[in-house]
C-alpha cells in the first residue's frame, strides 16, 4: 500500500514541470493551494538548469508531466535523474495526485472526451479475490456472534418506532454490473420513494439517524458477505437507475463494477458525510481503492470506519 507523502512542512515549494490537466487539478485543492509554494518549468523553452531552481529554492520535490510531450530533452533528462540521485524527490504527476489525496485523478476534457492515463489497467488478479474472499468470510463468521445482538436491538427500535417489517432490502448493482439484493434495518418509513436522503429528511424514523450514524442498519449486509454478493471492503452499491445517470456523467464510474461491492470502503472513510457534490471525489477514491488493493489497506479501512463510527460521522 502506498503511503501518503507528508506535507505537513508549508513552507516546501514544489518545482512542477510542465503543466497538464492533473497539475491544474492540484492546484486547484484548497489545502495545497494555500499551503504550499509551487514553482513551474516548462522544458520546451525554459533554457535555465533545474538545478538553478533546486539551489535558490531549495527545492526538495519535482513533479513532471511528460503526457502531453513527444519526447523530453536529454538536458532536462540527465538533470532529473542527478536530481533524483542527490535526494530530491521525483514524482509523475498522476503518481503524486494519488499520493496527496488518496485519489486517482479524472479529468473529463468536454462533453465527450477523457484524458486516460493508466485507469484501465486496474483490477484486481484472481488470487485476490481469492484472498478477499477467504478473509470476508472469516471475518464475518467471527463478527456474527457480536453483530446479531446488535442487530436484534436495532430490528427492536425500528419495530417499536414504526410497526412491519423491519428489515428492507433493495436492488442494487455488483460486480460486473449484476444485480443483486442488499439488506439492512429499515431507517425510513413504510412507503418512501427510495430517493438519496436529504438534511432533515422527514422520511426517516426517529431511530433512523441514530441507526445511520452507528451503521447498524448496515449490519445485515454480513449476510450478502456470506453468500458472496458484496465483501467488508469495496465501493458500496448503487442503484440501477443512479449506476446509470452516474456513467452518463462520467464513463469511468463503471469501473467500480470490477470489484464486489463493500458494506464500508475508501471513499466512505474519507467522506463520510459525501454529497452528491462529491461524487467524482467518490469515484477518485473507489478506482485508487481497486487500483492499490492490498490487505493492509482493508485493514486501515476498518480502523478509519471504526473511528468514523465512534466519532458519530464527525470526520
Same mark, same amino acid.
Given at each position: 500500500?502506498? $503511503?501518503?507523502?507528508?506535507?505537513?512542512?508549508?513552507?516546501?515549494?514544489?518545482?512542477?514541470?510542465?503543466?497538464?490537466?492533473?497539475?491544474?487539478?492540484?492546484? $486547484?485543492?484548497?489545502?495545497?493551494?494555500?499551503?504550499? $509554494?509551487?514553482?513551474?518549468?516548462?522544458?520546451?523553452?525554459?533554457? $535555465?538548469?533545474?538545478?538553478?531552481?533546486?539551489?535558490?529554492?531549495?527545492?526538495?520535490?519535482?513533479?513532471?508531466?511528460? %503526457?502531453?510531450?513527444?519526447?523530453?530533452?536529454?538536458?532536462?533528462? %540527465?538533470?532529473?535523474?542527478?536530481?533524483?540521485?542527490? !535526494?530530491?524527490? /521525483?514524482?509523475?504527476?498522476?503518481?503524486?495526485?494519488?499520493?496527496?489525496?488518496?485519489?486517482?485523478?479524472? /479529468?473529463?476534457?468536454?462533453?465527450?472526451?477523457?484524458?486516460?492515463?493508466?485507469?484501465?489497467?486496474?483490477?484486481?488478479?484472481?488470487?485476490?479475490?481469492?484472498?478477499?474472499?477467504?478473509?470476508?468470510?472469516?471475518?464475518?463468521?467471527?463478527?456474527?456472534?457480536?453483530?446479531?445482538?446488535?442487530?436484534?436491538? !436495532?430490528?427492536?427500535?425500528?419495530?417499536?418506532?414504526?410497526?412491519?417489517?423491519?428489515?428492507?432490502?433493495?436492488?442494487?448493482? !455488483?460486480?460486473?454490473?449484476?444485480?443483486?439484493?442488499?439488506?439492512?434495518?429499515?431507517?425510513?418509513?413504510?412507503?418512501?420513494?427510495?430517493?438519496?436522503?436529504?438534511?432533515?429528511?422527514?422520511? =426517516?424514523?426517529?431511530?433512523?439517524?441514530?441507526?445511520?450514524?452507528?451503521?447498524?442498519?448496515?449490519?445485515?449486509?454480513?449476510?450478502?458477505?456470506?453468500?458472496?454478493?458484496?465483501?467488508?471492503? !469495496?465501493?458500496?452499491?448503487?442503484?440501477?437507475?443512479?449506476?446509470?445517470?452516474?456513467?452518463?456523467?462520467? %464513463?469511468?464510474?463503471?469501473?467500480?463494477?470490477?470489484?464486489?461491492?463493500?458494506?464500508?470502503?475508501?471513499?466512505?472513510?474519507?467522506?463520510?458525510?459525501?454529497?452528491?457534490?462529491?461524487?467524482?471525489?467518490?469515484?477518485?477514491?473507489?478506482?485508487?481503492?481497486?487500483?492499490?488493493?492490498?490487505?493492509?489497506?482493508?485493514?486501515?479501512?476498518?480502523?478509519?470506519?471504526?473511528? /468514523? /463510527?465512534?466519532? =458519530?460521522?464527525?470526520?
Amino acid at each position: 500500500m502506498k $503511503k501518503y507523502l507528508n506535507l505537513s512542512n508549508y513552507h516546501e515549494r514544489y518545482l512542477f514541470i510542465n503543466i497538464s490537466n492533473i497539475t491544474l487539478k492540484i492546484l $486547484k485543492e484548497g489545502n495545497f493551494k494555500k499551503s504550499h $509554494k509551487s514553482v513551474f518549468f516548462n522544458s520546451e523553452n525554459n533554457h $535555465k538548469s533545474i538545478f538553478e531552481y533546486i539551489k535558490k529554492l531549495n527545492i526538495k520535490t519535482i513533479i513532471i508531466e511528460t %503526457s502531453d510531450l513527444n519526447h523530453l530533452p536529454e538536458k532536462i533528462t %540527465s538533470e532529473i535523474i542527478e536530481a533524483k540521485l542527490q !535526494g530530491i524527490k /521525483v514524482f509523475e504527476v498522476h503518481e503524486f495526485y494519488e499520493r496527496i489525496n488518496g485519489r486517482i485523478p479524472l /479529468v473529463k476534457l468536454n462533453a465527450n472526451e477523457y484524458l486516460a492515463d493508466d485507469v484501465f489497467s486496474i483490477g484486481l488478479e484472481d488470487n485476490d479475490f481469492l484472498l478477499k474472499r477467504i478473509i470476508d468470510l472469516f471475518v464475518s463468521i467471527l463478527l456474527l456472534p457480536i453483530a446479531l445482538p446488535v442487530i436484534l436491538f !436495532g430490528a427492536l427500535l425500528v419495530f417499536i418506532n414504526s410497526p412491519g417489517n423491519v428489515f428492507f432490502s433493495q436492488e442494487r448493482v !455488483g460486480k460486473n454490473s449484476k444485480i443483486f439484493k442488499i439488506y439492512k434495518l429499515r431507517t425510513m418509513k413504510n412507503n418512501h420513494d427510495g430517493d438519496f436522503t436529504k438534511n432533515n429528511d422527514d422520511r =426517516l424514523l426517529a431511530v433512523g439517524k441514530f441507526l445511520r450514524m452507528t451503521k447498524i442498519d448496515e449490519l445485515p449486509q454480513l449476510f450478502n458477505v456470506l453468500n458472496g454478493n458484496m465483501s467488508l471492503i !469495496g465501493p458500496r452499491p448503487e442503484q440501477q437507475k443512479y449506476v446509470e445517470e452516474s456513467v452518463c456523467e462520467n %464513463s469511468y464510474f463503471d469501473l467500480r463494477h470490477l470489484v464486489k461491492p463493500g458494506i464500508t470502503g475508501w471513499a466512505q472513510v474519507n467522506l463520510p458525510k459525501a454529497t452528491p457534490k462529491d461524487n467524482l471525489k467518490k469515484l477518485e477514491y473507489d478506482l485508487y481503492y481497486i487500483k492499490n488493493y492490498s490487505p493492509a489497506l482493508d485493514i486501515k479501512i476498518l480502523f478509519k470506519t471504526i473511528q /468514523v /463510527v465512534l466519532t =458519530l460521522n464527525s470526520n
